[in-house]
T-cell receptor, first 112, second 113 residues
Framework: GENVEQHPSTLSVQEGDSAVIKCTYS??????FPWYKQELGKGPQLIID?????GEKKDQRIAVTLNKTAKHFSLHITETQPEDSAVYFC???????????FGAGTRLTVKP | EAQVTQNPRYLITVTGKKLTVTCSQN?????MSWYRQDPGLGLRQIYY???????DKGDVPEGYKVSRKEKRNFPLILESPSPNQTSLYFC????????????FGPGTRLLVL
C-alpha cells in the first residue's frame, strides 16, 4: 500500500521567514495530495490540495508543488505569522481507493 | 452550523470494558471515516464508510468495529479495549469520497488502563 514520509518533524522559523515541509510517497499511482493544518486541541483542517495533473497550486501565502517523477510534494508558506504555528499533515490517495494515507506531521513554530 | 461532532471528548476506561464513541455530521455527507492519531505516527485510518451500510477497513482496523445505519452517524466501537488503543481519535466526513475535503471532528482522547 501507499506509504507517506514527511520531513522535518519539527520546524522553527522567525516571523516573516518562509517555511517548507516536504513529503514523499511510495505508490506512483497516487494522484491526490492534500495538506491539513491542526491547531492545538482541534481537528485537522484542509488548507490546500493538489492533483497530479498540475505541478503547483497557490493560495495567498500558501503553495504546494508536486514532482511526480521524484514522487514528492512540498508545502511552502511565505511571510509566516505566529498564527501559522500548528501541526501540518500531508496525505496521499490512490485513484479508485477510498483510504487516505497521512504523513507523521510537522510541528511548525513561528517565533515573533 | 456545518460540523462533525464526537462524544465523548475525553474517556478513561479499563481493559476489556466495551465502549462506543459516537460521530455525527449535519452536512449530508456520504463518506465518513475514523482515524487515530499517535505521536510520531500521524493520522492512521481505522475504518471508512462510503454510504449507509457500506463500510471498509482502513490501515489499522484490528480491535475496532463500526456501523453505518444512518447517513449522519458513524459510531466507533471498541468491544474489548486494550492499553494499545490509548490514542486521540478523529471522525471525519466528506461529500462523496476521501479524495476531497474531509471535515474533522474535535477529537476524542481515550485512555485505556
Amino acid at each position: 500500500g501507499e506509504n507517506v514520509e514527511q520531513h522535518p518533524s519539527t520546524l522553527s522559523v522567525q516571523e516573516g521567514d518562509s517555511a517548507v515541509i516536504k513529503c514523499t510517497y511510495s505508490d506512483s499511482a497516487s494522484n491526490y495530495f492534500p495538506w491539513y493544518k491542526q491547531e492545538l486541541g482541534k481537528g485537522p483542517q484542509l488548507i490546500i490540495d493538489i492533483r497530479s495533473n498540475v505541478g503547483e497550486k497557490k493560495d495567498q501565502r500558501i503553495a504546494v508543488t508536486l514532482n511526480k517523477t521524484a514522487k514528492h510534494f512540498s508545502l511552502h508558506i511565505t511571510e509566516t505569522q505566529p498564527e501559522d504555528s500548528a501541526v501540518y499533515f500531508c496525505a496521499a490517495s490512490i485513484p479508485g481507493n477510498n483510504d487516505m494515507r497521512f504523513g507523521a506531521g510537522t510541528r511548525l513554530t513561528v517565533k515573533p | 452550523e456545518a460540523q462533525v461532532t464526537q462524544n465523548p471528548r475525553y474517556l478513561i476506561t479499563v481493559t476489556g470494558k466495551k465502549l462506543t464513541v459516537t460521530c455525527s455530521q449535519n452536512m449530508n455527507h456520504e463518506y465518513m471515516s475514523w482515524y487515530r492519531q499517535d505521536p510520531g505516527l500521524g493520522l492512521r485510518q481505522i475504518y471508512y464508510s462510503m454510504n449507509v451500510e457500506v463500510t471498509d477497513k482502513g490501515d489499522v482496523p484490528e480491535g475496532y468495529k463500526v456501523s453505518r445505519k444512518e447517513k449522519r452517524n458513524f459510531p466507533l466501537i471498541l468491544e474489548s479495549p486494550s492499553p494499545n488503543q490509548t490514542s486521540l481519535y478523529f471522525c471525519a466526513s466528506s461529500l462523496t469520497t476521501a479524495r476531497e475535503t474531509q471535515y474533522f471532528g474535535p477529537g476524542t482522547r481515550l485512555l485505556v488502563l
